[in-house]
């Protein structure tokens, strides 16, 4: 999960990296208050969590004042990717002479925590071109060993970084990788990280995202997750332990595991169609994911059907008709269930199932799309 | 008979008395899959199923008892590194771990630990490791498929089970089945169970099955095209998606999803493999 | 440096190790204060860092009110190994059946941590009979992969523990780790934990030393130096960056090296002297170090004679000379000094001194030990 | 020639442009150390002593420039321990750390990427290797003693000059000299020097100067007895120190303290060494 911005900037501040002055604020009144005490110039930003919300004018440069309020609201009016800007975080304007890009990131193929440094911060440099383009440096870290100074060192002399800045690069590397363990991030990164003119390094942005299969130990985190930004399903669906994936389409489908979530989703667009939403409630799930699954898609009126694509190891099928059965017991709960259902205890649990109209039983995969998809066009 | 399992197996499971260890423990005994022995902490001294398995406190205190070398664990996420970590040092030769969704850095420490022993990981969310006849070392549906001379990689593990089904429905039987795992960091890849299967005399053919993100697929068509001589049909799913929908939809990682299905689908035709464009389309390439 | 066992739990209480609710007094009339808020039975303890306390009379049961001023009064007035008692520990009374122990040290010889843990907890645990014949056990732990909660469990399964309290043992175990890895510790330790009748376990004691050599990256232990533990002479070498040994007799000496200290002591003590002290400047030493050594040696009264044994690797002798120069400069400086001074620059050294009244100049250990002890026999 | 350091060892420095960094550097170029290099990170490109010494600002640059093998170590206690892991990653065969006074913890990580390496360390708080008209690979006085075929090893690095000196004065010259160090946590113990110098053809007698506080000289003895054929002559200080005082007074940590000099000094008579009751007493007891 991404934190916001100013999340970030609070844990950056706690473990000493330096970052402009700024305060939050929820409406224009308040932005211009907060702005007065920090002193203009100052910049506006939006708490949003996605990419690019520089180029959609959710960055200002406030120089006097006046602008102050309606400005903030033309940003609070904004709406990037269908998210809306909910807060503003009001930050002491700099000067700087020169940007740069320091980040930490795990990678998945190696196993590993990296450390990457460029030369070319700012807004383009995650482009991928101007990225690979750009001057700069990587390191894998030996997650026992941690990070230690002379390994930032060593990118530095590959690249042009003015000597005088080693040591608070290092320091500030060295933080940001404490940052990265402490809070089981999978990207701590600063762009980008300037040089003012008193030759000192400012994180002017901060970008941080969490492991989210590390929440259990990080529950303060839980209580920040942005709602606006994963959407009330998506945010329910966490709450059951299932993966809630939303897409445009009339066709609620329920599968466990990755693998048959991105097969039944192959199937559904080559027969020329799109689903809803895939639920994912993962190997061993439970009576209760099934149910709460099931209520999620049932309650959603813009689904017309549902598809239920489940293949047993770890997962007990008797639990997945258990779940069925509850659901559908309901009286408003009539929308047609297309089943597919396999694998451990597959024969008893589709007995119990036997009695209920409004299901229909595959054996494959693919029967199983084509009825779905055919009914949708149908009716 | 089959890589890593084989008749002289002697599997143990870690977290034998919770509800799914319990659960899968039973079925393997059912299956007459070669369980010895398990552990749950403070329960060491217990016998579980009647009488007919022993329970241990620890993982060392089990290998010193029944000489497993094989354990599959079914504990919680947050309790999966140190599970892990507790075999490696017990020296357990294949660690299989069902229990997935384990936090990236736990994975980190583990793969490090990995690299400093002779142990070797399936998972974590692996289904296991099924050899028709010997043993069911995981959660693969009882009776899927019978012994045959085809070996099955995959990654996912609802899958594998659909594959199973497919080659099962024509006829086909398999060597071994193995699932690598599909968390965002796993143990073994790939490569690593190719290079096994390539001089194990149980298996003629290979299947495998692997899907978006990652470059595990990469290197893996490179190793087939260097040094794989039997013949190998694979199979990648996700060929609707797009990096797009994957980045923000199917979002894990976004880097994670740079190499997509076609680079990959394109990787295993130049190696040399037999590209199943359908799942369905499996058992007719392979030979006959 | 050891702290206090008030800072020690406040560790603890950070960490999330359950404690007892307790707070800190510094005269009578606080105690009793406190100790009605916490609510009686309380325990009172002397905040000395020396060991024995229970059995000098620094902790005391407090059952009635009444009794509070008083026994608290007694507390104050104890004189504990030459420390005196600046505050005390108010503690709820603790009811318990059963009490452990568990450490983590700083093992030199593995150079590696290691953790302990024993079934006979309490005062008398860390007699070393009656420790090694209780059962415990031990484990090495690796640095960098840190503590892991089966290797706890490995020591419980020794044991006789309920299996019951193994959960609370791991967290605690690992939260004593954090502590002992954060804050740069050669020992946190916990005697005794003990279990409550609610089956719960508590830290009734705790015991925290901190390596010096990492007091640079731990600052605010540095302010919480008790000055009455260390002595006010040693607590002053300290912020000059030397060591300073306190002993009974009447012979200052300065030495470079811990080598060269015992040297000097052996045969001080070999011609039936015994000196006043003995600080030891460490390789490198600079002028400044000389200085405030010397200072330190010639402000005390009950020091008729310094001896001054040098042999400069690191060290340059030029440095030593300058040093003893700029303080006998000082008019009040008239001590007698009797000097060994070899190694890098020595003739130049010795050169600069020639003039010095004060001051003769011997070649060996040997020769100037027995110059300098023969001296004060004599005079 | 000698162990660790011989004619054909090329030295650098790390932390060549410090206060301390500079003097010795200097003092080996006048004494004809082979120094090759040295490193002080921001510097790198420039030149130290007119000319003659190139700076670099990695230890693997000056490993790439020089073919540097041994590093002698000028940097503050703070940095040490980053810069031994530099040293080992960059493949330098011998780290001599004359800064002491570590951290016990940082040592414990050093310990840890040494046992996985192929470096050696010697120290921290090591005054280095002498060898006579070879080298002088740290701070040993210059011209304290000369060349001959004794070995000295001891922990501390004062008393191993007032050694070097008495022998010295005896018309003894040695092999080399060694201060393995006297900070709480050392890379190298006498056991590994002792096993080095009794294969070492230049080396016919052994002196090894221990003290109170550990249990390396009781290792050492062990290794006397079951493997070293040279003679040794041993000396300990601190024979008047009592256990308590020691704790106390000279404190570092309680339990290192329990292995008493007498403890040690019996322990070496045991193993056939000779015991040197005063430091004096050593020439006297070199086979001549």
């Not at chain 1, 895939?278 to 190997?283: K, R, S, Y």
């Not at chain 2, 398990?38 to 060392?60: M, Y």
């Not at chain 2, 290979?206 to 893996?220: C, D, K, T, W, Y």
Request: proline share 3%; charged share 20%; with cysteine.
């Amino acid at each position: 999960m991404k934190l916001h911005e100013y999340q970030a900037k609070s844990l950056f501040r706690q473990a000493g990296i330096p970052v402009p002055a700024s305060m939050l604020a929820t409406n224009a009144v308040q932005v211009k208050r907060i702005a007065s005490e920090i002193g203009y110039p100052v910049v506006l930003k939006a708490q949003i969590l996605e990419q690019g919300r520089g180029k959609a004018g959710g960055v200002r440069l406030i120089q006097h004042e006046h602008e102050a309020e309606q400005i903030a609201n033309e940003i609070f009016k904004l709406e990037i990717n269908h998210q809306t800007v909910q807060s503003i975080l009001i930050e002491k304007a700099f000067t700087f002479n020169k940007e740069y890009y320091l980040g930490i990131f795990s990678d998945l193929d190696l196993g590993s925590p990296v450390l990457r440094l460029s030369e070319a911060g700012g807004a383009t440099c995650l482009e991928k071109d101007s990225f690979l383009n750009a001057r700069m440096a990587e390191r894998q870290i030996d997650i026992d060993q941690g990070l230690h100074r002379y390994q930032v060192r060593q990118l530095l002399t590959n690249g042009d970084v003015d000597p005088s800045l080693w040591k608070q690069f290092g320091s500030i590397a060295l933080k940001l990788y404490d940052i990265y363990r402490s809070n089981d991030a999978t990207l701590a990164e600063i762009n980008s990280l300037v040089v003012t003119q008193q030759n000192q390094l400012y994180a002017l942005d901060a970008k941080i995202n969490i492991d989210s299969l590390s929440l259990f130990r990080h529950e303060s985190f839980l209580d920040s997750i942005d709602p606006t930004y994963y959407g009330w399903l998506e945010h329910q669906a966490r709450k059951y332990g299932v993966t809630y994936h939303q897409f445009t389409g009339e066709l609620g489908c329920i599968v466990n595991g990755m693998g048959l979530a991105y097969l039944t989703y192959d199937q559904i667009i080559s027969m020329n169609s799109i689903p809803a939403a895939i639920i994912d409630i993962h190997g061993g799930s439970t009576v209760s994911s099934m149910t709460s699954s099931l209520e999620l898609l049932f309650q959603n009126d813009s689904i017309r059907a549902v598809l239920i694509n489940i293949y047993g190891g770890m997962t007990n099928c008797e639990e997945i008709a258990e779940g069925i059965l509850s659901v559908t017991a309901k009286a408003r709960h009539k929308k047609p269930i297309f089943l597919r259902l396999k694998g451990t205890n597959d024969i008893s649990a589709i007995e119990t199932l036997s009695g209920l109209k409004q299901l229909q039983i595959f054996d494959s995969t693919h029967e199983l799309v084509k009825a779905a998809v055919d009914y949708l066009k149908d009716s | 008979m089959s890589i890593l399992i084989d008749a002289k197996s002697r599997i143990m499971v870690q977290g034998i008395t919770g509800r799914r260890g319990r659960f899968h423990s039973e079925r393997m005994l059912n299956n007459n899959s070669p369980l010895v022995g398990g552990t749950s902490p403070g329960k060491g001294g217990d016998w579980a199923f009647n009488g007919r398995i022993p329970v241990f406190d620890t993982v060392k205190d089990c290998v010193d008892a029944t000489n497993a070398d094989v354990s599959v664990l079914f504990v919680p996420p947050h309790a999966t590194v140190d599970c892990i970590l507790e075999a490696i040092e017990a020296g357990i030769k294949t660690i299989i771990s069902v229990t997935g969704s384990v936090p990236v850095q736990d994975m980190m420490q583990v793969k490090s630990a990995l690299r400093k022993s002779d142990s070797v990981l399936i998972g974590p969310n692996s289904p296991g490791i099924l050899v028709p006849e010997i043993a069911n070392a995981g959660i693969f549906p009882d009776h899927i498929v019978g012994a045959g001379d085809v070996a099955l990689v995959s990654r996912s593990g609802t899958l594998s089970y659909e594959v199973l089904d497919i080659l099962n429905e024509a006829g086909i039987g398999v060597s071994v089945a193995i699932g690598i795992g599909d968390d965002p960091i796993i143990g073994m890849d790939f490569k690593f169970f190719l290079e096994l299967l390539e001089s194990d005399p149980h298996t003629e053919q290979i299947v495998l099955v692997g899907g978006p993100g990652g470059e595990s697929e990469l290197v893996a068509a490179n190793y087939i095209m260097e040094s794989i001589t039997k013949p190998v049909v694979a199979y990648v799913v996700g060929e609707n998606l797009k990096a797009s929908i994957m980045g923000s939809v199917f979002s894990r990682n976004s880097n994670f999803f740079l190499n997509s299905v076609e680079r990959k689908t394109n990787a295993f035709i130049e190696a040399g493999a037999l590209l199943a464009k359908n799942i369905e389309d499996i058992p007719c390439l392979l030979r006959r």
